[in-house]
């Protein structure tokens, strides 16, 4: 019975939450994903897929993963490499001196004029001016994805358990022994915390304060399009991809700040804010594909700590936590985030990059108003009076 | 560890939010018989009100199945519809009175959005609608809204349904009686609820061919005498039957092959140029979704509908609802005057309460529509496509196979489907629908969002009833890019628009974190 003794358990079915699992199943840990509702089903599953974050300490791992996870996992991730990023705004012409200065050595890539924009992108048009082809990175698709991390656990033995909210944790010697849950407890040697916008309040539970604050992130969808050379194609304010269906997916703009989320509700709507917005700078980007319907809409709620930086740690105490929050970017490094994960369970240390940067140490002198100084606040009304219609 | 912090976030929504491009005190969607009594009420008690309603609907969406399933037998009067205005005038006549009473009344207008100030939504000051014609969308704000956005068809496919001639009742009494654009002569009927009886009697007033209402269960289920009445005009009815495939030519359906449920090896052929569904009608709730406005399943009124009491209050303070998207068979110009009521007293206007006589629930349709897909799934197997736009077949759907186009398989994913998925937890349509792209398509899942739901159920093994609802999501109607594009977007989202967050922190290389090289890029800003 799962109820007892499982050796480590995963609090969150994200990405980052599932990969970790993957990988620890795949080690031969038994492991236990607990998620509050469907795995994936919230940010993790609803983002632009991109795979190209060399900003990240995971960055290296993570490109050398995504061409191998299919094969991997048993089940697709719709990845494809390569990325393309164009802009069609003059101010935005030289964009790319921006890009010389972060992008690693060893990673290629090459300017592009207009004429060879247009080329690469066929729904691009005249107002190409200039733009960037990575030979690295790529996208995949986010539900996919999610689900193959689940599924493959799975065939290394893990339990997925859906729709099982986390209430508490449970003490013994020093070290969290067991989690107390809407479904009953799940005994554990190792307790993993990926649960995204929840992880600050799972985090308090056990003394630590791990400042991040949840907004909500939308994209538009539309019909399929004739398929384009390369389906990573974005630019001009807007992350995103053409799927391998044909669709559009793509998001970018304005995000709303929430007071909280709660650790059981419903994955969040789209709100409407920025539809008109992101279909006006979509039909900019690729004119030629001005007619496409928009036939759905995205949102997800994703946190973010203070600096907008991960963190990844392995506790001191209770020292059988590893917590992880992504700061909303965890989508394309989930291959990588999960095995750090497995090996700052298993091993105490991430193997292949240094995360110390990503410790929760660095918040301690943050001060207590930190959201209000970086006014990081939900909105207030406009000063329109509802009063006047009536 | 030095901490460095972004600056102040000038990125958010806050500030953003536009204000609506038109307002008005009472805004009513839907102009069929709950929507123009709920205009008129309103303005009889001195309410500005503003009427929208969809139809005539352009070319171009009655080509998609949009927001009815017209199955391609539409005459070409539908191509122009500003010459059908007239049309829709003459069918509805309260139209004409709303008009008379000073209603603003807009036709071939879309709705594609609703959002009321709430969890998720704290900057907007006013209730608003989204709106959009061929060329443009705009915003118009409210202090109350009153949905009536009626029903729609559902859509139980079998071989050969993707052709044209094959359609739902709701969209044959549109071509038929709204738009006199019907361009069929000959029809199979299937089902033989009250639905379908309508249909057949429709058909035959108009001078149309009714060759027979088909039912699945064993006996014909509406109203023996009006069965009978059918029976005696030369139309047959075949009970224990379903559709195996509808066979076609050059311009769609000629004839329907049916299946004895009982004995599937024992087919019949019936000529006909069109196949009208008639099993049920489906409340659309699309707006109340996109609000998120509680709902729940009413079997015996059509399925998901918004909670609503008698004034047709919904469970949000500015919106009401009346008509068929409260649950079908309501005494729709009733239950119009009093949301109407309703709404104006909740803006301190003094009405009296006056409340709809309440109509006596319906047959449990779920019940009805699960015995159609069990027999059709039965007779007519795996192949036949489940969503027509994704072309995503029922077999596809039970194993939870990747769609077609990625070529994928492997020993893994051949072990799971529907059945391992539910030993997971509670089987969810939106999963399903991302996992395997059923209901994914361009006509929004208008033609499969039910039927998917029920396979789902069957292919499972759980009841219909615990299959949750696909979710609706803004645009509810599917609008061009350069339709739905803001034109007159606010020049704080234009100066202060980002890729995602505008945390300038976040894309510095961990390597740099710390060094003088994360100062430069600080100073430099964001790269795009």
């Given amino acids: ?52 974050h060399y900003q990240s300490p995971l960055f290296h791992e993570e490109q050398r993963l995504w061409p191998l996870m299919d094969e991997l996992l048993g089940y697709p991730t719709e990845h494809r490499p390569g990325r393309i990023v164009f802009q069609v705004d003059e101010r935005k012409a030289n964009f790319h001196e921006g890009l010389a200065m972060r992008i690693p050595a060893g990673y290629a890539w090459e300017v592009l004029d207009g004429k060879q924009v247009r080329e690469l992108v066929p729904l691009a048009g005249d107002n190409a001016i200039s733009g960037v082809r990575l030979h690295f990175g790529g996208h995949a698709n986010p539900q996919r994805t999610s689900q193959a991390y689940a599924w493959a656990a799975q065939d290394h033995g893990a339990q997925i358990r859906q729709h ?26 190792a307790l993993v915390i990926a649960a995204g916008p929840q992880t600050g309040a799972l985090a308090a539970m056990l003394g630590h304060h791990v400042p991040m604050a949840p907004a909500r992130a939308e994209m538009i969808v539309t019909e399929p399009l004739p398929l384009m050379p390369m389906g990573g194609v974005d630019g001009h304010g807007l992350y995103g991809r053409q799927t391998l269906r044909g669709n559009l997916a793509y998001g970018g703009g304005p995000h709303e700040w929430y007071d909280d989320t709660p650790l059981d509700g419903p994955p969040p709507r789209p709100s409407g804010s920025v539809l008109r917005g992101l279909a006006k700078r979509v039909a900019e980007l690729l004119p030629r594909a001005a007619h496409a319907r928009v036939i ?66 660095r918040f301690a002198e943050l001060s207590p108003d930190w959201r209000r100084e970086l006014n990081w606040l939900p909105p207030q009304p406009a000063a329109t009076t509802a009063g006047e219609l009536h | 560890m030095k901490l460095t912090l972004p600056a102040p976030d000038r990125f958010s929504i806050a500030g953003k939010t536009a204000a609506p491009d038109e307002r008005a005190e009472i805004v009513v969607i839907g102009a069929g018989p709950a929507g123009c009594a709920a205009a008129i009420e309103a303005a009889k008690a001195g309410a500005q009100v503003v009427l929208i309603d969809e139809n005539p609907v352009a070319p171009g969406l009655i080509g998609m199945d949009v927001p009815l399933h017209y199955g391609g037998r539409a005459t070409a009067a539908v191509q122009t519809p500003e010459r059908l205005v007239e049309r829709v005038l003459e069918a509805n006549p309260a139209l004409g009175e709303a008009f008379e009473l000073g209603v603003d009344v807009r036709l071939s207008t879309y709705a594609w959005g609703a959002w009321v100030n709430g969890p998720g939504l704290r900057g907007l000051a006013t209730g608003i609608v989204g709106l959009a014609d061929e060329t443009r969308s705009w915003t118009l704000g409210f202090g109350r809204l009153i949905l009536a ?21 709701q969209a044959l009494h549109a071509l038929i009686a709204r738009y006199g654009a019907f361009a069929g002569r000959r029809l199979a009927i299937l089902g033989t609820g009250a639905l379908a009886l309508d ?55 000629t004839g329907l092959v049916l299946a004895n449920v009982a004995a599937p090896e024992r087919h019949r052929v019936l000529v006909c140029d069109t196949v009208c569904l008639a099993i049920g009608a489906v409340p659309v709730i699309e707006l109340f979704d996109v609000l998120g406005a509680k709902r729940t399943l009413v079997t015996e009124r059509g399925g998901h509908v918004p909670v609503v009491g008698a004034d047709g209050a919904t469970s949000l ?32 206007r003094p009405v009296d309460a006056e409340l709809p006589r309440l109509v006596p629930p319906g047959p449990d349709a779920l019940a009805y529509h699960l015995d159609w897909a069990r027999a059709l799934l039965s007779t007519g197997g795996p192949e036949v496509l489940a969503c027509l736009c994704e072309e995503v077949t029922r077999g596809e759907l039970l194993a939870v196979q990747p769609p077609r186009y990625l070529g994928w398989s492997s020993n893994a994913i051949a072990r799971r489907d529907l059945g391992t998925l539910a030993e997971d937890g509670p089987l969810d349509q939106d999963q399903i629908k991302r996992l395997t792209r059923a209901c994914m398509g361009a006509c929004q899942a208008r033609r499969c ?22 979710g609706y999501r803004a645009p509810v109607r599917p609008l061009p890019l350069s339709v739905l594009a803001d034109a007159d977007e606010p020049a704080a989202m234009a100066e202060n628009w980002n890729v995602w967050f505008g945390i300038v922190t976040q894309w510095i290389s961990y390597d740099d974190i710390g060094t003088e090289r994360e100062a430069e890029q600080l100073r430099a800003g964001m790269p795009y």
Avoid at chain 1, 2 to 29: E, F, N, Q
Avoid at chain 1, 165 to 189: K, L, P
Avoid at chain 2, 223 to 249: F, K, N, Q, S, Y
């Fill in chain 2, 317 to 348: 303070a500015e919106v009401f609802a009346a008509g068929d998207c409260t649950g079908l068979g309501s005494n729709a110009v009733e239950a119009g005057g009093a949301a109407a009521r309703g709404a104006l007293r909740s803006l301190g």
């Fill in chain 2, 149 to 169: 956005t009626g029903a729609r068809d559902l859509n139980l496919s079998f071989a050969g349904s993707d052709q044209p001639g094959v359609m739902g009742a």
């Fill in chain 2, 199 to 253: 249909t057949a009697e429709l058909a035959l007033a108009h001078g149309l061919d009714v060759v027979a209402l088909v039912e699945a269960r064993e006996t014909g289920v509406g109203d023996p005498a009006r069965l009978a009445a059918l029976a005696a005009r030369g139309v047959e009815i075949i009970a224990g039957h379903v559709p195996l495939a509808a066979e076609g030519g050059p311009d769609g359906v």
């Fill in chain 2, 449 to 470: 969002r039910e039927q998917v739901a029920l396979m789902m159920a069957l292919g499972a093994g759980v009841p219909a009833q615990s299959i949750p609802l696909a």
């Fill in chain 1, 296 to 361: 759905r809409s995205w949102a997800g709620v994703i946190e973010n700590t203070p600096d907008g930086r991960p963190v990844i740690e392995r506790l001191s105490s209770p020292d059988n936590v590893t917590l992880a929050t992504m700061s909303s970017v965890g989508f394309g490094l989930s291959p990588a985030s999960g095995h750090a994960i497995r090996d700052l369970v298993v091993d105490g240390v991430c193997s292949f990059a240094d995360l110390s940067k990503l410790s929760l140490a």
């Fill in chain 1, 1 to 52: 019975m799962a109820k007892t003794g499982s050796s480590v358990v995963v609090v969150g079915g994200g990405v980052t939450g599932l990969s970790a699992a993957w990988w620890l199943a795949r080690s031969g840990v038994e492991v236990t994903v607990l998620e509050k509702g469907i795995v994936g089903f919230e940010a993790s599953g609803r983002n632009g897929g991109g795979c190209t």
């Fill in chain 1, 164 to 189: 099982v909210a986390v209430h508490g944790f449970e003490m013994a010697g020093g070290r969290v022994s067991a989690v107390e849950t809407s479904q009953g407890r799940f005994g554990c040697d």
